[in-house]
């Protein structure tokens, strides 16, 4: 950990950010998987700015409690010898591993869960409306979301005891293998299968947007692909076909999503008043008015 605090945390967290996001956004101009929509100004906006506050929502809780991130948990866990890897005096990087695999695991435990508990999915809900799939798609989740998956984080280092360090190597790996599987990138298919036996990668991630529910509710690993396989979870092609699929939510197969208000408000709205808005919106439209 002192080399981490030597460099900075939040530095090194934002700088792999920003360095994997540009990557994936210059190799999606450079080799794309699929056409990208009209809307693309408007969406990118839109995830930004969630995102952006998504931020600003997990500063404010790190503002009226501590410890708040995942990180400062480990490092408090640890001065007060709390958590299972905290009680045995086992190689650090066996430590670090075993933790950094333990919590992929809770991640992928948290996406089934987000899925199966309706309260849960009208909050993941705003991820899959995003109407197409690229790079912006790994980060727009609802800020309650990511303050919920905060605590669930929290929580298990706590029990884990896992090491700062790992959770701070997991916590990059996460956020970038999420931003590769989400990208609009195309894989020569032979290394799209290589890679996939250990990562998941764009167009096995990409099933898990499909409209049809069958479909979306597989393929729910971020970083190792081996849990969906594991669980039984596992989708290997959409039934339409990767450049024909339709990605997004049937109800909500509109400009809605691209709308920062919209995409805020919407666990919060029945949701036969959204059906009920969008048909209103679609009838307005095909009527010219």
């Known amino acids: 950990m002192d080399t981490l605090n030597a460099i900075g945390e939040a530095p090194l967290r934002l700088g792999a950010f920003i360095g994997i996001f540009v990557a994936m956004a210059l190799l999606e101009l450079a080799i794309p998987r699929r056409k990208s929509g009209t809307r693309k100004q408007a969406r990118w906006f839109t995830n930004l700015m969630i995102a952006g506050i998504d931020s600003l929502v997990l500063r404010l809780m790190a503002m009226l409690a501590v410890p708040i991130a995942a990180v400062a948990a480990a490092a408090w866990a ?3 010898g709390w958590g299972v890897l905290n009680w045995l005096d086992w190689p650090d990087w066996l ?9 992929d695991l809770a ?3 948290q996406h089934v869960a987000s899925h199966k508990i309706p309260l849960l999915w009208r909050l993941h809900k705003v991820h899959h409306t995003d109407v197409e799939f690229d790079v912006t798609t790994a980060i727009r989740f609802h800020p309650v979301e990511i303050a919920l998956s905060m605590l669930w984080k929290i929580a ?3 029990i884990l005891g896992a090491p700062p360090l790992a959770v701070v190597l997991f916590e990059i790996t996460l956020n970038g293998c999420a931003m590769f599987n989400h990208a609009n990138i195309t894989l020569a298919q032979w290394l799209d299968r290589a890679v996939r036996m250990v ?3 764009p167009d096995m991630h990409r099933v898990h947007h499909s409209i049809y529910r069958v479909e979306h509710d597989t393929n729910y690993g971020f970083n190792l692909s081996f849990w969906d396989r594991l669980f039984g979870t596992y989708t290997a092609q959409p039934r339409d076909g990767h450049l024909e699929m339709t990605i997004g939510q049937k109800d909500h197969l509109n400009d809605n999503p691209t709308r920062l208000g919209w ?5 919060f709205v029945k949701a ?3 059906a009920g808005g969008n048909a209103a919106r679609d009838q307005k ?3 010219g008015k």
């Open 78 to 80: 640890q001065t007060r």
């Open 156 to 158: 298990i280092v706590l």
């Open 272 to 274: 036969r008043a959204v």
């Open 107 to 109: 991640i992928y435990g």
């Open 199 to 201: 990562i998941v990668t």
């Open 285 to 287: 439209n095909l009527s």
């Open 95 to 103: 430590e670090v591993m075993i933790a950094m695999i333990v919590l």
């Open 263 to 267: 995409s805020l408000r919407l666990p």
